[in-house]
T-cell receptor, first 119, second 114 residues
């Protein structure tokens, strides 16, 4: 069964450094998402991406964050000038292609996440 | 904030059916009910979703009330590996002006006992 893969599984970075988290969505999916989960807290939506542009973002997703689909398979989340409070699990998700009606009601599938630790 | 209400925790004996309730009284006409679960700190795992009809797949059944204000996820024969946090989420589908973001609540901690 196709799956979303994320690398690395664990990333340790010094505060103030930049980090790039990588995701390979399911191959025929067109909608891509990033979520994060701070230890002991809820899973929070960060951003959705469709047709090579951000379609929706949360208040968390400020100028420190950016996303990119640099080629036909990867989807990346860049965090600049990392802070201690950026420590969290970051999950990538993707969902199905558009049906003939232009609407998608298929579920998002998640990767197993990258644990980001800022020191 | 999440638009669903779930019990904080539930217990179930192994081999028995686990019935997880969810209230979503403000659900709108174009919103689906999705169920995900999260085991330890793994990524959320999709279980099932539905609009207004009851749904069944190899993992579970979803029963949605006629007024769509509540639903129940049924795991027919719970095993120890079903111990997880279960999330009930309402969301419109991706497409058109909606991009289908999922808003997670705290979920229900289901513990399956031997």
């Amino acid at each position: 069964e196709p799956e979303v893969t994320q690398t690395p599984s664990h990333q340790v970075t010094q505060m103030g450094q930049e980090v790039i988290l990588r995701c390979v969505p399911i191959s025929n999916h067109l909608y891509f998402y990033w979520y994060r989960q701070i230890l002991g807290q809820k899973v929070e939506f960060l951003v959705s991406f469709y047709n090579n542009e951000i379609s929706e973002k949360s208040e968390i997703f400020d100028d420190q964050f950016s996303v990119e689909r640099p080629d036909g398979s990867n989807f990346t989340l860049k965090i600049r000038s990392t802070k201690l409070e950026d420590s969290a699990m970051y999950f990538c998700a993707s969902s199905s292609p558009i049906t003939g009606t232009g609407k998608v009601n298929q579920p998002q599938h998640f990767g197993d996440g990258t644990r980001l630790s800022i020191l | 904030d999440a638009k669903t209400t779930q019990p904080t925790s539930m217990d179930c004996a192994e081999g028995r059916a686990a019935n997880l309730p969810c209230n979503h009284s403000t659900i709108s006409g174009n919103e689906y009910v999705y169920w995900y679960r999260q085991i330890h700190s793994q990524g959320p795992q999709y279980i099932i979703h539905g609009l207004k009809n009851n749904e069944t797949n190899e993992m579970a059944s979803l029963i949605i009330t006629e007024d769509r204000k509540s639903s129940t996820l049924i795991l027919p024969h719970a095993t120890l590996r079903d111990t997880a946090v279960y999330y009930c989420i309402v969301s419109s589908f991706a497409g058109g002006t909606s991009y289908g973001k999922l808003t997670f609540g705290q979920g229900t901690i289901l513990t399956v006992h031997p």
